[in-house]
């Protein structure tokens, strides 16, 4: 059974940073490129991030790039999103997502919700 499952949202100040993990079981991780999402309340889900399988090419959605850093770690099984800079309209629902091939997502975790007060 293939599971992700994200860690370390949170409440954090504007100007504050986190750091989101996803761990993954089920699935040869170093397979599968790996992405972030993200939905806010009352919006549609968004792109955050996305990272290939060997890590040598992100993607990074425009309004993050400079703040946040995808990464992953194919010996733990675990994707990592650090975020710093944090904006209150930052505040969503952050999701990990697995797939065979990026922006064709295949795998879900249930989600960390991450809170930035102004």
């Known amino acids: 059974q293939v599971q992700l499952v994200e860690s370390g949202g949170g409440l954090v100040q504007a100007g504050g940073s986190l750091t989101l993990s996803c761990t993954v079981s089920?699935?040869?991780?170093?397979?599968?490129?790996m992405g972030w999402f993200r939905r806010a309340p009352g919006k549609e889900r968004e792109f955050v991030a996305d990272?290939?399988?060997?890590?040598?090419?992100?993607t990074y959605a425009d309004s993050m790039k400079g703040r946040f850093t995808i990464s992953r770690d194919n010996a733990k099984n675990t994707l990592y999103l650090q975020m710093n800079s944090l904006k209150p309209e930052d505040t969503a629902v952050y999701y990990c997502?697995?797939?065979?091939?990026?922006?064709?997502?295949?795998?879900w975790g249930q989600g960390t919700q991450v809170t930035v007060s102004s």
């Open positions: 997502a697995a797939g065979i091939l990026r922006g064709r997502w295949d795998y």
């Open positions: 990272i290939t399988r060997n890590g040598f090419i992100k």
């Open positions: 089920g699935l040869t991780f170093s397979n599968y490129a």
